[in-house]
């Protein structure tokens, strides 16, 4: 199995455990502003890097922005760039520490994204 496949395993895993109460999105309809935010959330996850971000965070628990440029393989402004986006969008949260930004996943965001869809997921 090679590493992509094992990081989306383990996001996919992640997600199934980490459950919330929340209407799925395929079982009742949704308000404009529900709508509204999920639309803005998965934007933020349909881009290659944001999902490498997002599953490179996931697998770490919490990680340097710093350390997040080599493993993707692009320059540290874009890095931020993306994570400016996942963080905007609540997907992840950040902490400086002196000169560094740490960041982690909101597992509430990320709960509620695949809560949305989870007859998609229990179906496939």
């Known amino acids: ?3 992509l496949t094992h990081i989306s395993t383990y ?6 455990e980490k459950m919330l109460c929340c209407t799925p999105l395929l079982t009742t309809p949704l308000q404009r502003s529900d709508a509204d935010e999920l639309a803005a959330r998965f934007r933020a996850l349909a881009d ?3 999902l490498r971000l997002l599953s490179l965070i996931a697998d770490r628990g919490e990680v340097c922005a710093c350390d997040l440029v080599v493993p993707l393989g692009i320059s540290q402004p874009t890095v931020s760039h993306h994570l400016r986006t996942l963080f905007e969008a609540d997907l992840v ?6 000169r560094w930004i740490h960041y982690r996943l909101v597992d509430s965001t990320v709960d509620a994204l695949r809560q949305a869809l989870a007859p998609a997921i229990v179906s496939s």
């Open 93 to 98: 949260a950040r902490e400086r520490r002196g």
């Open 1 to 3: 199995m090679d590493r």
């Open 11 to 16: 996001v996919n895993v992640f997600l199934m």
């Open 48 to 50: 290659p890097v944001r």
